[in-house]
């Protein structure tokens, strides 16, 4: 699995592909794949930068799918406990997931600048978590791995 996020790629796909897989989980699973849930999905795979709730709220607004803010977090929960996006809990906001279909838990790479971010697989990072914690004998039951930072691009804008 690769990090992705900042490098330069073909992102139309980053958005079909997981619009698809949104579509065949969905339909693999018996979950209901309402209009708003969709859409709440390609918004979050639009630009790979975490979005708030209210981001989110306001465009379902302009687009007449919902005006009350339960619409979008009943939607971002679904999205979540599903595995098709992950909640930033440094930014409390939203992305859709980079490797949707694969077993990860996802380490980010956090743009303050721009609020970029990137999505890696922490295979590492958590065997090397995992170890440590064993070794003391604590029971890890929720990993978050996130890192703040420049991006390329950030960094390219504003050299220090
Ligand atoms: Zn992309
Ligand atoms: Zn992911
Ligand atoms: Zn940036």
């Keep these: ?33 309402t209009p708003v849930r969709k859409r709440v999905m390609e918004l979050l ?3 790979h930068r975490a ?10 607004r302009a ?8 619409v979008a977090y ?17 930014l409390n906001a939203f992305v859709g997931c980079a490797h949707l279909g694969k077993q990860h838990i996802p380490a980010f790479l956090i743009c303050r600048g721009c609020n970029a971010v990137a999505e890696s697989p922490s295979g590492r ?4 978590l995992g170890r ?3 070794e003391i004998g604590f029971q890890v039951e929720k990993l978050v791995v996130e ?12 050299p220090a």
Aim: aromatic share 4%; glycine share 8%; net charge negative.
């Design 74 to 90: 009943r939607a971002l929960d679904f999205l979540v406990t599903n595995g098709f996006a992950h909640r930033i809990e440094r």
């Design 132 to 134: 440590a914690a064993r």
């Design 1 to 33: 699995m690769a990090t992705l996020g900042f490098e330069a790629h073909d992102h139309k796909h980053c958005i079909t592909d997981g619009l698809e897989e949104l579509r065949t989980q969905c339909a693999a699973k018996n979950l209901q794949l």
């Design 147 to 158: 890192a703040e930072g420049v991006c390329p691009s950030c960094a390219e804008k504003a």
């Design 45 to 47: 795979l639009e630009k």
């Design 63 to 70: 687009e007449g799918l919902g005006t009350q803010p339960p």
């Design 125 to 128: 990072v958590s065997r090397v």
């Design 51 to 60: 979005l708030g709730a209210y981001e989110i709220l306001e465009h379902l």
